[in-house]
């Protein structure tokens, strides 16, 4: 059964602070992980990462998968209170884009 | 609009009774995809239908859930006989092409279903 494990299912942290997310994955068939990021209710795509040890980077976050041990994670560093969120973890089971999530990181920032 | 556009936003109904929840996608993206969100858990698949291809079906909870796509746009999801467990959030996706190559999915703001 593909499965997508996230931890931790929650944060708090501090602005200014570095934040590390792990994703790890169980897939009959691995095309792809990907991450999003849920504020208040539609998920927003962050990074799409298909090959091991190549890091993807977009400003303050960066994420890495690794295919042998079959986990992912993204950083957030100098967290910032526009960071608060819940970052979900997916994996397509299908060719079509059937995704299965990871139950999220609630990551809360404080001032 | 330019985005995903779901309604309504926020649906009160009483157990026993039928709903319907409604899906505009992006235009032009023949991809279309219904997930469930209930209170601290991450999106669960339902439905989903690519271009005129027949919809996968695979992660629809009862016969009591259905959906259609009319015209390869708008989509219908429906809920029958509404039960209080099937409260959550309804998010609804599009894509311009299978999104497993991609991975990017629009999603919209979803509707909140609430079954007293």
């Known amino acids: 059964e593909d499965k997508v494990v996230q931890s931790p299912l929650s944060l708090v942290v501090h602005e200014g602070d570095t934040v590390t997310l792990n994703c790890s994955y169980e897939v009959t068939n691995f095309r792809s992980l990907l991450w999003y990021k849920q504020e208040k209710k539609a998920p927003t795509f962050l990074f799409m990462l298909t090959s091991s040890g190549i890091e993807k980077k977009s400003g303050r976050l960066s994420s890495i998968l690794d295919k042998k041990e079959l986990f992912s994670i993204l950083n957030i560093t100098a967290t910032q209170t526009g960071d608060s969120a819940i970052y979900l973890c997916?994996?397509?089971?299908?060719?079509?884009?059937?995704?299965?999530f990871g139950a999220g990181t609630q990551v809360v920032v404080t001032p | 609009g330019a985005g995903v556009s779901q309604s309504p936003s926020n649906k009160v109904t009483e157990k026993g009774k039928d709903v319907e929840l409604r899906c505009d996608p992006i235009?032009?993206?023949?991809?279309l995809y219904w997930y469930r969100q209930s209170l601290g858990q991450g999106l669960e698949f339902l439905i989903y239908?690519?271009?005129?291809?027949?919809?996968?079906k695979s992660g629809l909870p009862s016969d009591r859930f259905s959906a259609e796509r009319t015209g390869g746009s708008v989509s219908t999801l429906t809920i029958q006989r509404t039960q209080q467990e099937d409260s959550a959030v309804y998010l609804c996706a599009s894509s311009p092409r299978a999104g497993g190559y991609t991975g990017e999915l629009f999603f919209g703001e979803g509707s909140r279903l609430t079954v007293l």
């Open positions: 235009s032009g993206h023949t991809a």
């Open positions: 239908f690519q271009g005129n291809s027949a919809p996968d």
């Open positions: 997916a994996v397509p089971t299908d060719s079509w884009g059937k995704l299965q």
